[in-house]
């Protein structure tokens, strides 16, 4: 079917792009400012939900921006894949907006219209890749997600702050140009243009290319596109944590973590194409290379008291699973792992939310310091309980489609090892998430500590960790919505 050209696309992009310039102009009028927000975000969702029953139907929807040169143009598509990013990133920004306004008020943070501004901005690179129609376009509005972050990482403006923006800039700016860039000329220059293909099964490099530029090729996409968080181009990721828990949730659950394994999936699936990969035996190894993060990380989060790095490093592991299956080529696999983008999604920012909430009302950060602290705030704790077994994969929530679908992919491609590393990890998820509740809401506070006086942070807060807790659950029990995308991708 041929792609039908859609000018929705372009207003997608340019809602949170107009978004960010009037809550520039709204300065510090604070009830106007979110008002813009909150109507760059609502805008964004509705546009994307339209796009919805077009992808149902098959159809893939086309944008054309300008020509650059022959074979190489900055366009947009709408396609299956673009769905699952793009429906959660653009519902979470609602949410965010709300939870953000508590957040920065309730701490009386500065420069909130800087924040904002940033914020949009963020979605606006996020929504451009999601929608993005070939690896040109795709690494233009990579870069400008990794630009606009860098002031909410280091919006604290002391050394701390400036010392984790400067890592989070150099690994994620340094990898693109020094691995994507040369990767994409080279890729131009062998294909003669940069457009995704129409299906996953043959990628777009001619077939007399030989393998082992192939795979030089490949490897330059898995490693550059560092925002995925595979070990060892991680660290950025920890070290972006001192920044505010609201940029942290859209860090870890939105907008850069899954524009990483976004674009590396879609560059896997949509320019290599799965019989490429398999004909190079480029899968397996993947799979197995990744399970060094995902195992590696989850050991590391286990030492880990500061809540907000326990989750940090979860993060890194997590974003794994998604190249794990994908990895894996079979049909089963691809899904769990493209499902995973968005069961993440709604539950990492769950996880943050929550930790942001308790940094409001009790200003704890440490995990050794909240033992009977969830019998103060239970809406919070029972919320992290929700998306920590998510992130565990235990039914009925989102997680557990998840890893389902993983573990029967391992099943289908004969792959004994990769079902031990996924059996193992969900013990490593259990053993570093399950002792934060089991001590919230049943631990003894010391004597010097009675949690005497605290309460659930503001209702701005609550509400939304409460909403994304219940959406965990709904997309545990209803997967369908998101899974009729990823089985679309999967030919």
Known sequence: MEPVHDIRLLLAILAPLIGAGLVMAAGKRPNLREACSFLAAVTLFGITVSLVPDIRAGRTLRFMVFDLLPGLSVSLRADALSMIFAVAASFLWIVTVFYSAGYMRGLKEHAQTRFNTCFALALFGAIGCAFSDNLLTLYLFYEIVSVTTYPLVAHHQDEEGYEGGKKYLVYLTATAKGLVLPAMVLIYVLNGNLDFAGNIRTGIIPPDVHRGIVTALYVCCLLGFAKNGIMPLHHWLPGAMVAPTPVS?????????????????????????????????????????????????????????????????????????????????????????LIHIANHAFSKITLFFCAGAIYVATHKKNISEMSGLGRAMPFTFGAFAIASLSMIGAPPVGGFISKWYLLLGALDAGSIGIMVVLVVSTLLNAAYFAPVVYQAFFGKPSEEDTHHGFKEAHPAMVVPISICAIISVVIGLYPDFFMQFARAVVP
Not at 258 to 272: A, D, H, I, N
Not at 277 to 301: C, E, H, K, Q, R
Not at 310 to 328: D, E, F
């Open 249 to 337: 949730a859209l860090l870890h659950a939105v907008a850069v973590v899954k524009v990483g394994v976004f674009s590396t999936v879609r560059v896997m699936l949509y320019v290599f194409g799965v019989e490429r990969m398999d004909a190079l035996n480029l899968g397996l190894p993947t799979a197995y290379f990744v399970s060094f993060t995902i195992l590696g990380a989850s050991i590391i989060a286990l030492g880990k008291d500061n809540l907000k790095l326990r989750l940090a490093y979860s993060t890194v592991s997590q974003l794994s699973y998604v190249i794990l299956g994908v990895a894996l080529l079979t049909p089963a696999a691809i899904e769990g792992g």
